[in-house]
């Protein structure tokens, strides 16, 4: 077999579904969950075994352009680019309890996308606002999840003296 960026990006996507579907073992369950259809650790292991059937997938089947240089797979990558998108994520998520989830996660796509190359204001907002308040609408009005709202917020409503 030789190896593309293709493959070599779906190598990599498939060790992280592998590592990703042993840790979803890990969730803990409520005792109240035994029978139910859904539970805490069915999405996740269901993103594992698809993204880990799909990485193999384009792991075996042949494509073109393939190469048989392990090293040339990597050269020409924007490397810089994509440590700074993992320093993002990085940041999302250590500020996440400070911020809340919309706010954390409208600054972390609007940053994201800036990064990626957009650079018109308006295309930029305009894709990070709706899409996170999508995300929020879904997860606490249609299934239920508490979003805990940051300590700014919090520091803000204190201050206020809004109760």
């Given amino acids: 077999m030789t190896l593309s960026k293709e493959k070599a990006g779906a190598l990599c996507f498939l060790v992280v ?31 594992a075994w698809i993204t880990g059937v799909l990485s193999f997938l384009l792991l075996v089947l042949p494509q073109r352009g393939e190469t048989d240089d392990f090293l040339s797979v990597f050269k020409g990558l924007n490397w810089g680019r994509t440590f700074t998108l993992l320093g993002l994520m990085v940041a999302y998520g250590a500020s996440f309890n400070w911020l809340g989830f919309s706010l954390a996660t409208i600054l972390f796509l609007t940053a994201s996308i800036y990064v990626l190359g957009e650079r018109r204001w308006k295309v930029i907002l305009l894709s990070s606002i709706p899409v996170t308040l999508a995300f929020w609408f879904i997860l606490t009005k249609l299934l239920e999840i508490t979003l805990r709202e940051g300590e700014l917020y919090f520091a803000i409503i204190k201050l206020l003296g809004i109760n």
């Fill in 17 to 47: 579904a592998i590592a990703y579907g042993f840790m979803t073992g890990d969730i803990p369950s409520l005792p109240s969950d035994k029978f139910a259809p859904m539970t805490a650790s069915t999405l996740p292991t269901a993103l």
